[in-house]
C-alpha cells in the first residue's frame, strides 16, 4: 500500500538554526498538509497547500515557516531561526482529495531543537 | 472558537466494548474522523461520518449526530494491541480545502 515518506526520522539542532524536513506523498494525491504534535499534547494543523500555493495556514505557522514543493514528488516545510519551542513531532499528510477523503499521514520527523 | 472534548483515559479488559466520546464546537463542519495514534507512530485512520448514523468498519464503528454536536467510536472485541491514543478530529472547512482540527486525544488501556 501507498505511504508518505518522511526524512528524516530525527533531526537535532541549535536553536537559530534553519531546518528543512522533507515528505513525499502518496504519488496521486493532490493536497498536502504539515501538522505539529508537541510531546504528549495534540495534533495541531499548521499548513494545507494545493496546485503549488498555500490553501490555509494556521496561526502557528508565522513567519518563520514557509513550505515548497521543489519537484512532483517531495513536499518541504523550512523552519527559520529555530526556537526551544519548535521541538515537536511534525507529521506530513496528503489526500487525493478535499472533503471526506482521509489523510494518510507520514511516521514523522521528531525535532529536538537544543 | 473551536473545540473537541473527549475523555483522557479509558481503560478496559481484552474482549470488552469501550465507546470513546466526543463533542465538538466548530464553524465550518464538515464531518467528524477518528484517528488511532500508538506511542511514537503516526496517526492512522480509523473513520469517517459527514452524516448523521453509525459506519461500521470491522471491529471499530463511529456514530456521529449533528444535531447534537456529538460522536463517538465503539470498540468491540477489544485486543490488547488496540492500546492507543485515540482522536476525534473535525474536518474544517475554514477556507478554501478541509483541515483537521484535532481532540486531546483519549489513551486507551486495555489490560488482560
Known amino acids: 500500500e501507498p505511504e508518505v515518506t518522511q526524512t528524516p526520522s530525527h533531526q537535532v539542532t541549535q536553536m537559530g538554526q534553519e531546518v528543512i524536513l522533507r515528505c513525499v506523498p502518496i504519488?496521486?494525491?493532490?493536497?498536502f498538509y504539515w501538522y505539529r504534535q508537541i510531546l504528549g499534547q495534540k495534533v495541531e494543523f499548521l499548513v494545507s497547500?494545493?496546485?503549488?500555493?498555500?490553501?490555509?495556514k494556521s496561526e502557528i505557522f508565522d513567519d518563520q515557516f514557509s513550505v515548497e514543493r521543489p519537484d512532483g514528488s517531495n513536499f518541504t516545510l523550512k523552519i527559520r531561526s529555530t526556537k526551544l519551542e519548535d521541538s515537536a513531532m511534525y507529521f506530513c499528510?496528503?489526500?487525493?482529495?478535499?472533503?471526506?477523503?482521509?489523510?494518510?499521514f507520514g511516521d514523522g520527523t521528531r525535532l529536538s531543537i537544543l | 472558537g473551536q473545540s473537541l472534548e473527549q475523555p483522557s483515559e479509558v481503560t478496559a479488559v481484552e474482549g470488552a466494548i469501550v465507546q470513546i466520546n466526543c463533542t465538538y464546537q466548530?464553524?465550518?463542519?464538515?464531518?467528524l474522523s477518528w484517528y488511532q495514534q500508538h506511542d511514537g507512530g503516526a496517526p492512522t485512520f480509523l473513520s469517517y461520518?459527514?452524516?448523521?448514523g453509525l459506519e461500521e468498519t470491522g471491529r471499530f464503528s463511529s456514530f456521529l449526530s449533528r444535531s447534537d454536536s456529538y460522536g463517538y467510536l465503539l470498540l468491540q472485541e477489544l485486543q490488547m494491541k488496540d492500546s492507543a491514543s485515540y482522536f476525534c478530529?473535525?474536518?474544517?472547512?475554514?477556507?478554501?480545502?478541509?483541515?483537521?482540527?484535532f481532540g486531546k486525544g483519549t489513551k486507551l488501556s486495555v489490560k488482560p
Open positions: 478530529a473535525v474536518m474544517n472547512y475554514g477556507g478554501s480545502q478541509g483541515n483537521l482540527i
Open positions: 497547500f494545493y496546485n503549488n500555493e498555500i490553501s490555509e
Open positions: 461520518n459527514a452524516l448523521d
Open positions: 504519488s496521486n494525491h493532490l493536497y
Open positions: 499528510a496528503s489526500s487525493p482529495s478535499a472533503g471526506n477523503q482521509p489523510q494518510h
Open positions: 466548530t464553524s465550518g463542519f464538515y464531518g
